[in-house]
């Protein structure tokens, strides 16, 4: 959503819920908003599998939001994540994925001001895919060694902090 001044301001009202006076909410179903949902909980919508929300899971959803925030409306490949239908957003981005990730391919389509952060970018999404490409391993297999949230940690940080300036590191 756009301000009156053209920032974005990220609402997610979606996740509101009323308490029953019973304690009970009444929930049941995945919330999320669908551009920004890890591709595993799209698949899920679709199949009910109840696959429970893990760390790993907003740690994607970071990534995708970062790439949807630096690249602007001209970008078809990020427009079309702009669907309520969980099937397509998860087709869409699957198919950005599976893009060359190079900086220069899209570096066209980043908004102003922005093109520093591009090639952060590009490794946090070529890092998502080297994690999504493990679990694809794994299907069919009764057993996937889920990872750690705090090795998910320390890399996505170890990615973050190459291209912070030094005097911003802690």
């Not at 997610?12 to 009323?18: G, T």
């Not at 980043?110 to 679990?135: C, D, S, Y």
Request: aromatic share 12%; proline share 6%.
């Amino acid at each position: 959503m756009l301000g009156a001044s053209d920032c974005g301001v990220l609402i997610d009202f979606d996740s509101a819920y009323v308490i029953e006076s019973s304690g009970n909410t009444g929930r049941g179903k995945r919330t999320g908003t669908i551009p920004f949902m890890a591709l595993e909980l799209l698949a899920d919508m679709h199949l009910n599998n109840n696959q429970p929300h893990l760390y790993r899971h907003d740690v994607e959803s970071f990534i995708w939001t970062f790439a949807f925030v630096l690249l602007n409306e001209t970008c078809h490949r990020v427009q079309s994540w702009l669907t309520s239908d969980p099937l397509i957003s998860l087709a869409e981005k699957t198919a950005f994925l599976e893009l060359p990730l190079q900086v220069t391919i899209l570096l066209p389509f980043v908004k102003a001001n922005f093109e520093a952060q591009w090639p952060l970018v590009i490794e946090l999404l070529t890092w998502l895919e080297k994690v999504l490409h493990q679990r694809r391993e794994y299907r069919g297999s009764d057993f996937y060694p889920e990872p750690n949230p705090e090795q998910i940690f320390k890399e996505v940080c170890a990615i973050i902090e190459k291209y912070l300036p030094e005097e911003q590191c802690p």
